[in-house]
């Protein structure tokens, strides 16, 4: 009874603008990437920059929230991440007048420690609440809607910010996001009673070493994590591939972008439905056969010279269409492997997002053309997946 009154005490929305606070950070200024390189005079390699310190300090984040949700309640560690959020979005807009591109680094890498904050603890929330896994498969599937819905709206109000008002309007915007989500974190229950025990840094090293000798823990938050990296590499790069090659404007390219996430959506809502019929590894099945024909679609018809605004964005869509059936399942498996939700949430996050670090990384690596970068990355990302999930479906 006292879960069921709980579930309704969590209202999807909230858990949607959760999960969703640091991709929206991470990608509401992309498309003001070309205006910014112009600006601050620096190169592509150092364009992406922006992007990676983000992810490192989204890595680092979780780390640091499991043992402080643990100590002193999930909301109040909310509160924290947001206030961190909040100034290093306004040290990012202030940038160009307090020291230039370093400090809109150094203020970018916070931001993303603040906002990181968001995913943590909402898959902290599920957890504690949803106990059953097709039942929590089922929550997480709707919440990463967040993934879908909320970076498309942010590019394609980013877009439109840049247009009107250049790239610090959308640091300003970011700020009165912040406001938004502590405001309906102020309507959410404590499902974690607060603790009169100090936060000892070896207990915390011992609660994450119980936690990460699960093999399967590690492969599931890997897969999510290059799902991840997919998504990431097209919001770092497609802005540039559509402005250098197809001349697009920054408001257009939000405007493409949305039939992307739309994808996305559509993705989620199919994922969180066929719960009810199939079991998550088949689910997972269906997603990797989706993204990874459109994945090698995309990069044979890059490589043919015939890339055209229309393909690049079909092709994207269908891609990013599969990816929750792959994403969501993997996560609701990865949660299964421990009690210990909070550790477990943080850990799954970092690991998450450690590998998207590698994922842009290469970026650097492969210098043949920007476009055919992004879709060989896709293929590649798409057939580790593949292989991984085969090992851990053998053991």
């Keep these: 009874m006292e879960q069921r009154q709980m579930q309704k005490t969590i209202p999807l929305y909230t858990l949607i603008i959760l999960v969703s606070f640091a991709s929206v950070a ?10 910014l390189q112009s600006q601050f005079q620096i190169s592509t390699a150092s364009t992406q920059l922006t992007v990676s310190l983000f992810l490192l300090g989204y890595t680092i984040g979780p780390l640091i929230y499991a043992p402080l949700a643990n100590r002193y309640g ?4 909310l509160y924290a991440g947001i206030c961190v959020a909040f100034i ?6 202030l940038a160009p007048s307090l020291g230039g ?8 890498f916070l931001s993303a420690l603040g906002a990181s904050a968001g995913l943590t603890i909402a898959f902290t929330l599920i957890s504690d609440v949803f106990t059953d896994r097709q039942e929590r ?4 599937a709707y919440s990463t809607l967040a993934f879908a819905i909320m970076p498309g709206l942010a590019i394609y109000v980013g877009g439109l910010l840049v247009s009107y008002w250049n790239w610090p309007s959308c640091f300003y915007f970011y700020m009165i996001y912040c406001v938004l989500v ?6 959410l229950p404590e499902t974690k009673p607060v603790h009169t025990e100090a936060v000892s840094f070896k207990k915390m090293l011992y609660h994450y ?8 823990l590690w492969i599931y938050s890997i897969i999510w994590g290059i799902t991840t990296g997919i998504i990431f590499t097209f919001s770092a790069i497609a802005p540039i591939v559509s402005a250098k090659l197809f001349n697009l404007s920054a408001d257009a390219f939000g405007t493409y972008s949305l039939c992307v996430f739309a994808g996305l959506a559509v993705g989620n809502i199919l994922s969180a439905k066929l719960v009810t019929w199939l079991s998550l590894k088949k689910i997972i099945i269906a997603g ?12 044979l018809i890059t490589l043919s010279g015939h890339l055209s605004v229309g393909s690049l964005f079909l092709w994207t869509t269908l891609l990013f269409l599969g990816l929750p059936a792959i994403f969501c399942n993997a996560l609701a498996l990865a949660t299964d492997q421990s009690s210990d939700t909070a550790t477990a949430s943080s850990l799954i996050t970092s690991i998450d997002l450690l590998v998207s670090i590698i994922v842009l990384s290469l970026m650097g690596l492969m210098i043949y053309s920007l476009a055919a970068t992004m879709s060989g990355l896709f293929v590649i990302m798409m057939i580790i997946i593949a292989l991984l999930f085969y090992w851990v479906g053998r053991r």
């Excluded at 070493?209 to 399967?216: D, G, Q, T």
């Excluded at 990797?288 to 990069?299: E, G, M, P, R």
């Design 101 to 108: 591109f370093t400090v809109f680094l150094v203020a970018r």
């Design 182 to 187: 502590a405001f309906l974190v102020s309507r």
């Design 137 to 140: 498969g089922r929550v997480i």
């Design 288 to 299: 990797i056969i989706v993204s990874l024909s459109s994945s090698i679609l995309l990069f």
């Design 209 to 216: 070493y119980r936690v990460a000798r699960s093999a399967k």
């Design 74 to 77: 999930r909301k109040n560690t």
């Design 88 to 93: 290093s979005s306004l040290l990012c807009a």
């Design 26 to 35: 991470s990608v509401l200024f992309t498309p003001g990437l070309p205006q």
